[in-house]
């Protein structure tokens, strides 16, 4: 139907005769002549409809979105009329032939980023053929396929595991799936490809990839959906560096083939406490030129409880943060910042602006001025790098909560001060504790998912003291955000057994839940291990999007309903009689 699209034609087909498709972008009358910017996948192009051409009185008829054919000659814009916003601004087309291939309604929608995301969700295939959300989905294509090349290169094969499945624990809830043939049994949607790819290593596959579909029912935060696409990989006889070199050399081709971007070779590695420690985050942004330092040593003696309480505690921290040239920042500011940290269990934040660096004490304005000693700031100074000009917060308390509300302080100042250095910062956060203490549960849980190794090789060892055990798991972290997470898996029997205790599962659960894992384990299972990558937060990182449903074709809303499709539906009781259930209907 068309001999190029409308993004390509360019300079060089000046005097020819092309055949366009596309929609309407927009339709300006100047009495007597008639501009159209037609729009395709590719670009948009001004087409002219001079007043005794024989398209004049069907260009007439055109309104916004309707999808035509037109013919014409391409010609140079006299220069003053070069439009250099528009790739093809030299240019147009001046038509001999409009064909209307399929009017359209009044748009329900704007077509701009001023249309609110329901509107955008209801006619989403409205919505996707703007600019920016074709260049969105055709990234994330891209993206799509700079991984499978990569990984091919690499000797992985592609496999599929099954949808309809028994559940895999990734620590939220399962969508299930009542059996018709089987009355009373259900199907769990997998959380991700887990245990298939554990058997898969089981079964000599050696290096498996999938691009998987991932599905969790859990209450959807801002940016989750239930059903999010993940690149899974697994790989047999390997260690921890092992997945790590080869998941960052795959990332690496990916952000070079898709966006032509250089990412650091090696990935900085950081421990979870170190990450805790420095950034009070285990998915700390290296784009931001700020770290928390410990100032305990130098806060333990003096006279302000606040301080020196904490300081000789053991589990507890006095946390500073210094942010650079900010000694402006006005006690609105501060009180806003208080109440932020509040929210993450801050019972208060101190704070020391520095006018004079050069005048020790004498050069500080604040509050907890009057409690310290030279010492004391001379301490402080050294440690955290202070200059004139800056500020210095403070957080003191319990270890993990003054790390985590800081570091969510370092984030929004570092954002608030514009901070945020360009580029991408990617790094690696391993060593992380084996089990984390669910208070609610009164039990351990595993901090990545059950079927991880402990560093502990000896599973007498571990029961003795879990609490103190670390894993084998890693997560990959790009501009503040855990893209990828794994680990080296458990492959014997034993181990598995002590970890599903230690997690208060018992033998009959572990059993009935997993005993085809346990069984699995028990024919000569290799060493393997693995990682997942989140792709719809991959290709926002890429798009610069904010939201993960501006890289999804189709998502849902954050209560989980297609706008579209109207689904989830209420659906005949007969259908729901078959599968042996009751039809409640909706609660009241
Ligand atoms: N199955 C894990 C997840 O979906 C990733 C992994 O351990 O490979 O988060």
């Not at 993206?143 to 094969?157: C, E, H, P, Q």
């Not at 624990?169 to 991700?192: F, T």
């Amino acid at each position: 139907m068309r001999t190029h699209l409308c993004g390509e034609v360019n300079e060089q087909l000046a005097d020819q005769t092309v055949q366009l498709c596309g929609w309407v972008d927009r339709r300006r009358d100047l009495g007597g002549l008639i501009f159209i910017g037609l729009r395709d996948h590719a670009g948009i192009i001004q087409i002219v409809v001079e007043p005794d051409s024989p398209a004049f009185s069907d260009a007439e008829g055109l309104r916004n979105e309707f999808c035509v054919r037109i013919s014409g000659q391409v010609r140079m814009r006299p220069e003053s009329q070069w439009n250099d916003s528009m790739a093809t601004g030299k240019i147009e087309v001046v038509a001999d032939r409009v064909e209307l291939l399929n009017a359209s309604a009044p748009m329900p929608l704007m077509m701009t980023d001023e249309d609110g995301e329901e509107i955008r969700l209801k006619y989403r295939y409205l919505d996707l053929r703007r600019p920016r959300m074709q260049h969105n989905l055709r990234t994330r294509a891209r993206m799509y396929r700079a991984i499978r090349n990569s990984l091919d290169k690499k000797g992985f094969t592609e496999l599929e595991t099954p949808v309809l499945t028994k559940a895999t624990p990734e620590g939220a809830r399962d969508y299930l799936v009542p059996s018709r043939v089987h009355a009373g049994q259900y199907y769990a949607l997998p959380q991700s490809p887990q245990l298939f790819k554990q058997m898969l290593m089981m079964a000599g596959m050696d290096r498996y990839y999938q691009i998987a579909r991932c599905f969790r029912d859990e209450d959807l935060r801002a940016d989750r959906q239930p059903e999010f696409t993940q690149l899974d990989i697994e790989m047999a006889f390997v260690e921890e560096k092992d997945v790590q070199n080869c998941a960052e050399a795959v990332i690496r081709e990916v952000f070079r083939e898709t966006l032509g971007a250089d990412l650091p070779d090696p990935f900085p590695r950081l421990s979870w406490k170190a990450a805790m420690d420095r950034y009070g985050s285990d998915k700390p942004d290296l784009r931001l030129p700020m770290q928390l330092v410990s100032v305990d040593e130098h806060v333990a003696h003096i006279d302000f409880r606040v301080f020196s309480g904490p300081a000789n505690e053991e589990g507890s921290r006095v946390a500073a943060l210094r942010i650079p040239a900010a000694a402006d920042l006005s006690r609105k500011m501060i009180d806003e910042y208080t109440q932020y940290v509040g929210r993450y269990g801050a019972k208060g934040l101190a704070w020391i602006k520095v006018n004079d660096s050069a005048a020790g004490l004498d050069g500080l304005q604040s509050p907890i001025a009057k409690f310290l000693d030279e010492k004391a700031w001379q301490g402080i100074a050294g440690v955290t790098g202070v200059e004139s000009g800056d500020i210095l917060l403070f957080g003191a308390g319990e270890w993990f909560t003054v790390s985590n509300f800081m570091g969510q302080l370092l984030v929004k100042a570092g954002h608030d001060r514009g901070l945020v250095e360009q580029g991408w910062q990617p790094l690696w956060v391993n060593e992380f504790p084996m089990f984390e203490w669910d208070e609610d549960c009164a039990r351990y849980m595993a901090m990545h998912h059950p079927f991880t190794a402990p560093a502990e090789p000896d599973p007498a060892a571990l029961l003795a003291n879990p609490a103190a055990s670390l894993s084998k798991g890693y997560d990959m972290v790009l501009n503040g955000s855990e893209i990828g997470g794994g680990s080296i898996r458990i492959h014997k029997p034993e181990m598995q057994q002590t970890v599903f205790k230690l997690l208060g599962i018992g033998e009959e659960e572990a059993q009935q839940k997993f005993g085809f894992l346990l069984e699995a384990l028990k024919y000569g299972c290799p060493p393997h291990g693995g990682i997942a990558f989140g792709l719809d937060r991959i290709a926002a990182l890429m798009t610069g999007e904010e939201s993960i449903r501006d890289v999804i074709a189709f998502p849902k809303t954050t209560t989980a309903q297609c706008l579209l499709t109207s689904a989830p539906s209420p659906v005949p009781d007969e259908q729901v009689a078959e599968l042996h259930i009751r039809n409640l209907g909706k609660p009241d």
